[in-house]
Structure formats: structure tokens, C-alpha cells
């Protein structure tokens, strides 16, 4: 045995499984991340129950197959609107809303259950109900993880989330197969109301900080619009929403077809489905742990294309695998790569987004998640049913290679990256007089002296500033040249009203403070711009 320290590789080495759980340290996050998984573990378990069930009340594929639409249509319904009241309320009360709404939905569905009132049309509604409170609360829940963790630790927080999903993707089936075996199917529902009323106790417990502001809380459809508008200005948060979209209409057509992968197999059954099913689940959890030494080698961007093409190579094997023995393998690999991408467009969508917008954001990526998938499964089921599921998987697999190359000038690391920690370097303005906050739209000018000879340099800043103005919410922007003047431009944006005006000066960020610095260091004149703010004056027909 050597006595020798150990080398600097092999303490990275031993590092890594530390890096991985380093977050759960930390008490709120730890206590936070079990309500995450407990969350997960009653949805898988809710999607199974409600769907045997249905087969048991009617003998329709068409009621059967609604049961996932049920669960599914809220998130393209609220997935904006659960982001906007994220922002604009509370976040630790809304949380607390979402998580009881989803334990009394769970509360009916057993009572109907066990009363015997149940029947398809009931079910749909109550499976309905319970898709709410699960699209409500996930924008909400991304949103208040980057304020748990350490930037440093923001990756590693979310590969733990999905190791909770993934994990109750093999746990929370079997345990709800055990329930429906074992008592019947309502104490499925019985158990999840329970510990959804635990997960809800425990999220009560959690004492957040308060961020308090002078001005009035955002009107909804207000912040819903610069929700949109922002997500529309970020480059970052383009290319985010097109490498979710395109990835996960590749990889679920591996979900999607699975049951008939396994069906083809050698004595394939609804065993070696499950079978099947844990071991992309285990790969998904096995990536937690290889991600800090992948990220530390490759960026975000690497990472995607590498995992987007061993994804789709490893879907090709699985549907190709001529037993269960080459299929486990290739399934296992396939999860690896799959938590591995989506983790990385994760962790570019979050890095993305200030604080004030981010379950805004995060709304617009679960609908974009979802989009993706829902679209990808019809797609690669059509295909399938009009040739096989060999073809399909294929198809899918070199669809995904190809819309990567044709998409290659999306980058979600692209660039330098933005510093959106929130900024107090400006101060609101001073007016001569008492200004109602709904008074508007108010109109800003800026007016610079520019040397003629840097015009380019300055029109290119003042593009990144349209972007900026915009993200920020204003409804308008334009950059003018005076024809007499060669040397001065007039800078204007409008917002639609004083308080929108004012909500500029709480949404500024350390990038936002270091782009204005830039615009002035093209400006020439003796005094620093003129800036003027004028406020519509309504005016009567006479």
C-alpha cells in the first residue's frame, strides 16, 4: 500500500460524488428538493392509477388515451399564465397554493373512488384539475431554485431534480402497481393526498425572504406581455427554446414507442417494458453523477450535440436490439445521454433569465418542453404505424442528427455571458409634480452627440440597447438621426405607463449598468445625453 498523497487527478476524482450532492447541504434546498421529489413520485404514480383505472370503467381507447391528455392540456393552457403569477405573487404562498391543490384533487379522486361516484367523465375532470396544480407549480419551483443554491452550484441543484424525476419514474409505477395489487386503486389516490399534504407542510416550513417594493405589483396580462417580449429579445433564450423543442421531439419518439419496443423483444412483456423503462430511468440517475467531470470538459453546447447524438444512436440500438440483453445497455446510455442534454438546455434557460421574469421564462420552456414532446410522440407514432417501429425510431433518430446541423447557429452558450445579478447603480427619477403610476404611455428621449466617423460602432451598441429597452418591457423603440446634424442621434422608447416606467429602474442588472456605460462612451458633448420623459396627454375631439 503506498503512503503517497494522492495525485490532483485523483482527488478530482473523488470529488465528483461530493460536487453532485453538495447542494442538499444546504437545509432549505435539501428540505425544498424532497418536497420536488415527493411531488414526482405522487405525479408518476397519479398518471398510472388514473390510467388503469380508467380501463377499468370503460373498455374505450379513446376515453383511455384522454386520461394523458387531461394530465398534459393544462401545461399548454396555463404554462404562461402559472409563470406570470409566479413573478407577480408571492412565490413561497403560491407554492404552498399549488401543492394543496394538488393534495385535494388527490382528496377527491379517492373520496369518488371509495364512494363509488366515479365514472370516465368524473375522472377526466379530476385528472384535469390535478394538471393544473402540476403546471402551476413548476414554473414557481424553477424559478426559486437559483435563489437556493449558489451560482456555482445551479447545475449540480438541477441534475438533482432530475434525479428525483427520474427516479420516481422506476419507483413511483412500481409502487402504484403494488397499491392497486395489494388494496385497489383507490389508496393510490390515498397515499398521494397524504404525502402531497406533507410536501405542502413542509413547504410551510420554509421561511423565504421578503422583497419588498414601493411600487404596485404587476397587472397579470401586463406581465404576461413582457414575459413574451422578453423571451423574444434574448438570443440566449431563442436558441434555448429551439434546442428543447427539436431535442425532445427527437428522444420522445424512444419514450413514445417503448411499449412496442418491448412488445418485439423475445418474450417481450409489460415485465420487460418496466424493465426497459428503469434502466433509461437508472442512466438518467447514473448521469447525475458524471456530469461535473463532463462540465468541466466540454461546453454547454458540446454537451448538446454530443448527448443529442448519442441519444439518438443509442434509440437506434434499442429498437434494433434483437433481445433484452443488448437492449438494457443501450437504454442505460440512452438516459445518461438524455438527463445530460436536458440538464445542460436547463441550466442555459436559468442562466438566461433574471430573477424578476424567471418563472416567466421557465413557463415559456416547459410549454416549449412539452410542445416538443407532444408534437415528436404523434409524429414518430404516425410514422410507425404506416411502416414499423424499427423505421420510426430511425427516422427520429436521423431527423434529431439533421435538425442539429440545420439549427448549429443556435448556441445557448454563445457569447459572452450576461451578468443579470440585479443592480441599484440607478436611481428613479424626480418629478416636478405628483405623477398617477397608470398615467401613459410615457414617452423617453435620449439625445447624444456622436462622432460620425464611430457611427457604425455606435448604431451596433445601440442594437444590443433596442434589445435591452424591449426585454425590459417597453412596447416601442427606435434610434433617429438628425438629416441637419451628422453628429446627433435621438434615442426614444415608449412604456405604456409610469409605474411600467418606474418597474425599469427594479429590473436593472450588472449588464444592463455596463451596456449604458458603452452607449456613453460614444457620446462626445460637454454634458452628459439629454433625457426627457413626457407623459401622453389624453386630448379631446372638439
Known amino acids: ?23 442538499l447541504a444546504d437545509p432549505v434546498f435539501r428540505s425544498l428538493w424532497m418536497v420536488w421529489a415527493t411531488a414526482n413520485l405522487c405525479m408518476s404514480m397519479s398518471d398510472v392509477a388514473a390510467a388503469w383505472l380508467m380501463t377499468s370503467l370503460t373498455v374505450s381507447p379513446v376515453m383511455v388515451a384522454l386520461v394523458q391528455t387531461a394530465a398534459t392540456l393544462p401545461v399548454f393552457l396555463l ?11 408571492d412565490r413561497r404562498h403560491y407554492f404552498v397554493v399549488t401543492q394543496f391543490w394538488v393534495a385535494g384533487t388527490a382528496t377527491l379522486l379517492c373520496l369518488a373512488i371509495l364512494s363509488g361516484a366515479i365514472n370516465p367523465t368524473l375522472l377526466l375532470v379530476l385528472v384535469f384539475l390535478n394538471g393544473i396544480g402540476m403546471a402551476m ?4 419551483y424553477s424559478a426559486i431554485v437559483p435563489d437556493l443554491v449558489p451560482r456555482t452550484q ?23 402497481g403494488v397499491l392497486i395489487a395489494g388494496v385497489g386503486t383507490a389508496y393510490v389516490f390515498v397515499v398521494n393526498a397524504v404525502l402531497s399534504i406533507f ?14 417594493s414601493v411600487l404596485p405589483g404587476e397587472r397579470f396580462l401586463g406581465a404576461m406581455r413582457v414575459g413574451v417580449q422578453y423571451v423574444r429579445q434574448s438570443a ?68 448538446i450535440r454530443a448527448g443529442s447524438c448519442v441519444q439518438a444512436a443509442a434509440m437506434v440500438a434499442a429498437g434494433f436490439a434483437p433481445n433484452v440483453y ?4 443501450a437504454m442505460v446510455v440512452g438516459g445518461v445521454a438524455w438527463l445530460t442534454v436536458a440538464n445542460s438546455i436547463s441550466i442555459a434557460a436559468q442562466l438566461a433569465l433574471p430573477n424578476w421574469v424567471r418563472a416567466r421564462g421557465m413557463s415559456t420552456f416547459q410549454v416549449a418542453l412539452m410542445g416538443g414532446a407532444g408534437a415528436g410522440a404523434a409524429l414518430w407514432g404516425q410514422i410507425a404505424a404506416w411502416t414499423d417501429v424499427r423505421t420510426g425510431l430511425a427516422a427520429a433518430a436521423v431527423a434529431g442528427v439533421l435538425t442539429l446541423w440545420l439549427t448549429r447557429r443556435y448556441q445557448v452558450g454563445g457569447g459572452a455571458e450576461e451578468d443579470l445579478t440585479p443592480s441599484a447603480a440607478w436611481t428613479a427619477p424626480v418629478t416636478a409634480h405628483p405623477i398617477d403610476p397608470d398615467a401613459g404611455p410615457v414617452m423617453t428621449t435620449i439625445e447624444y452627440r456622436i462622432d460620425p466617423a464611430r457611427a457604425d460602432e455606435f448604431r451596433a451598441v445601440m442594437a444590443e440597447s433596442r434589445r435591452g429597452r424591449l426585454r425590459q418591457g417597453a ?12 453628429g446627433r442621434y435621438l434615442e426614444y422608447f415608449v412604456d405604456e405607463s409610469w409605474v411600467e416606467h418606474l418597474r425599469r429602474f427594479d429590473r436593472m442588472t450588472v449588464f444592463d449598468v455596463a451596456l449604458r456605460a458603452r452607449r456613453l462612451s460614444f457620446h462626445t458633448g460637454e454634458q452628459p445625453p439629454l433625457v426627457t420623459r413626457c407623459i401622453a396627454e389624453p386630448v379631446e375631439d372638439r
Open 79 to 89: 404554462g404562461l399564465p402559472s409563470g406570470a403569477l409566479a413573478d407577480i405573487l
Open 199 to 212: 410536501a405542502g407542510l413542509m413547504i410551510l416550513r420554509w421561511k423565504s425572504e421578503q422583497k419588498t
Open 154 to 176: 445551479l447545475p449540480a441543484a438541477l441534475a438533482l431534480n432530475g434525479l428525483a424525476m427520474n427516479a420516481s419514474r422506476i419507483i413511483g409505477p412500481a409502487l402504484a
Open 137 to 140: 407549480r413548476w414554473p414557481v
Open 236 to 303: 440566449r433564450m431563442r436558441a434555448v427554446l429551439v434546442r428543447v423543442t427539436t431535442f425532445f421531439a427527437q428522444s420522445t419518439a424512444l419514450t413514445a414507442l417503448l411499449p412496442l419496443v418491448a412488445r418485439g423483444l423475445d418474450e417481450g412483456s409489460a415485465g420487460t417494458y418496466t424493465l426497459l423503462f428503469a434502466s433509461m430511468g437508472f442512466g438518467a440517475i447514473l448521469s447525475v453523477f458524471l456530469l461535473p467531470r463532463m462540465r468541466q470538459r466540454r461546453s454547454p453546447d458540446q454537451l
Open 475 to 486: 412596447l416601442s423603440w427606435e434610434l433617429f438621426h438628425d438629416t441637419a446634424d451628422p
Open 326 to 329: 443488448a437492449a438494457v445497455p
Open 1 to 23: 500500500m503506498s503512503d503517497s498523497p494522492p495525485t490532483a487527478p485523483e482527488k478530482a476524482r473523488s470529488a465528483f460524488p461530493a460536487a453532485a450532492l453538495q447542494p
